[in-house]
């Protein structure tokens, strides 16, 4: 028997379809057209890159375009995505990370539809696109440790 689970993302701008075989395998199906009803929208879901913790390291993932600024403000600790959606997982962040890459993405050609931030608890946001994609930043305390800032950085792209 299997079982097969649709994930949305937040936004309903993407939908990834997972297949959990019998014997506990797991796969995606690589091309899948998927309908966005209402939107009209058609995606190419190409296979997910394996999540590659970079909790060690701290380098910004080069399968991410160029366009995209690096986050140089904190730590790096998770990446995963394919070449329509990229999730960067963020921990520690610098206390000027809100102003500073709202600067950087500007400086990039990225225009900001929204931003926030808001103070006890601090949450840090970010939304910006260009002509093709989309960039959300969020920041938000860390459950186990609240006077630790969390969060990620994702990227989608409609090729």
């Not at 080069?62 to 998770?78: D, E």
Request: hydrophobic share 40%.
């Amino acid at each position: 028997m299997k079982k097969v689970v649709v994930l949305w993302s937040f936004s309903a701008a993407l939908a990834i379809v997972v297949t959990m075989g019998s014997t506990g395998d797991v796969s995606s199906q690589e091309a899948t057209p998927c309908q966005q009803q209402g939107l009209a929208l058609t995606l190419s879901i190409p296979a997910m890159t394996a999540g590659v913790d970079y909790s060690t390291t701290a380098i910004w993932p080069s399968q991410i375009p160029p366009a995209v600024p690096k986050f140089t403000y904190g730590r790096i600790t998770f990446f995963a995505g394919n070449r329509c959606y990229m999730q960067v997982r963020i921990a520690d962040p610098t206390a000027d990370c809100f102003e500073k890459y709202q600067g950087d993405l500007k400086k990039a050609g990225w225009e900001i539809v929204a931003a926030s931030h808001s103070a006890n608890p601090e949450n840090i946001m970010i939304m910006a696109h260009n002509r093709t994609s989309s960039i959300n930043l969020q920041l938000f305390p860390n459950d186990k440790n609240p006077r630790q800032l969390i969060g990620s950085i994702v990227y989608t792209s409609n090729p």
